[in-house]
């Protein structure tokens, strides 16, 4: 294994040099042919939680995952360009992977919060405030926010929490200029995609996205709007004050809880088979509904 947080090694790929896995994609550089220089980026089926990566893997997530940010990326590309290239990837990562072009990337998880929950609501409880952004009294779990707000992450190293930090610390990092931008097109995009996902009867409670810049342009990158990178909530299920039924690997966080202590120092179990079928069963469906297409 490649290292405590147990990634394994990347695959080989002929005519590319593998740079980067972190917990769910790896990185590599193109050698040879019309696309050298550019990167190949792989969604795996691995999955982490409570920041290990599991030796149990859902089959189809990369895929999904894949598919799931071509889309968004069509739907946002009047508002956001983005880093893809080409889908045109070798055989051994067919449908899972994508060409993209290099890019001067943000130190900074760009996330919109058009709902109270997680992080963002445990910073609420102790402070009134998300990232220095105050907001009123009285909200709960699941509370649905007056106007989406920018509450950034200074990114961590594979296997760290990504910290929130406050807007004032974007400028200190990425310039006033920069930071002004990136907080505009985060919640641009997340208001597209909220109207796009209310459309199909589920709410994008907050989203996380990476930039980069490329010849001075601010260029969305990495995966957007995943089960991985996204709360997703069906709208016939949403009551405030409580935790959320969501499209993602809650299942698995879940099933964790009550098979193991996060706080023994052992490495999680593997999952059970149901496990991993109703995780893969859910990220297909966040996908189904989303794009209106068959898995």
Request: charged share 25%; net charge negative.
């Amino acid at each position: 294994m490649a290292n405590e947080l147990n990634i394994p090694d990347a695959p080989a790929i002929p005519g590319t040099t593998h740079l980067h896995s972190g917990k769910v994609r790896d990185l590599y550089e193109i050698n040879e042919g019309e696309y050298a220089g550019h990167l190949l980026m792989v969604a795996s089926d691995r999955i982490s939680a409570f920041d290990y990566v599991l030796d149990s893997t859902i089959p189809d997530k990369g895929e999904v995952l894949t598919r799931m940010s071509l889309w968004w990326f069509d739907q946002l590309k009047d508002i956001a360009p983005n880093h893809v290239i080409s889908t045109d990837v070798p055989e051994a990562v067919k449908g899972r992977a994508v060409i993209c072009r290099k890019l001067e990337m943000y130190p900074v998880e760009c996330v919109a919060r058009g709902y109270l929950t997680g992080s963002g609501l445990i910073d609420y409880r102790a402070t009134g405030e998300v990232c220095g952004v105050p907001l009123p009294a009285g909200l709960i779990d699941g509370s649905r926010l007056a106007e989406p707000i920018f509450t950034p992450a200074a990114k961590a190293a594979v296997g760290d929490h990504d910290e929130n930090v406050s807007y004032e610390a974007v400028v200190a990092t990425a310039g006033e200029a920069n930071a002004a931008a990136l907080r505009e097109a985060t919640l641009t995009i997340y208001g597209r995609a909220r109207e796009l996902a209310e459309e199909r009867g589920i709410i994008l409670a907050d989203t996380k996205f990476e930039f980069g810049s490329a010849d001075g342009a601010l260029v969305l990158a990495d995966e957007v709007l995943t089960p991985d990178s996204s709360r997703f909530w069906a709208q016939d299920e949403w009551t405030p004050g409580q935790t959320q039924p969501s499209y993602d690997k809650q299942i698995v966080r879940n099933w964790l809880l009550d098979n193991w202590d996060p706080k023994s120092g052992t490495r999680p179990p593997a999952l059970a088979p149901e496990v991993i079928e109703r995780t893969r069963a859910r990220y297909i469906e966040a996908y189904e509904r989303l794009t209106g297409e068959r898995f």
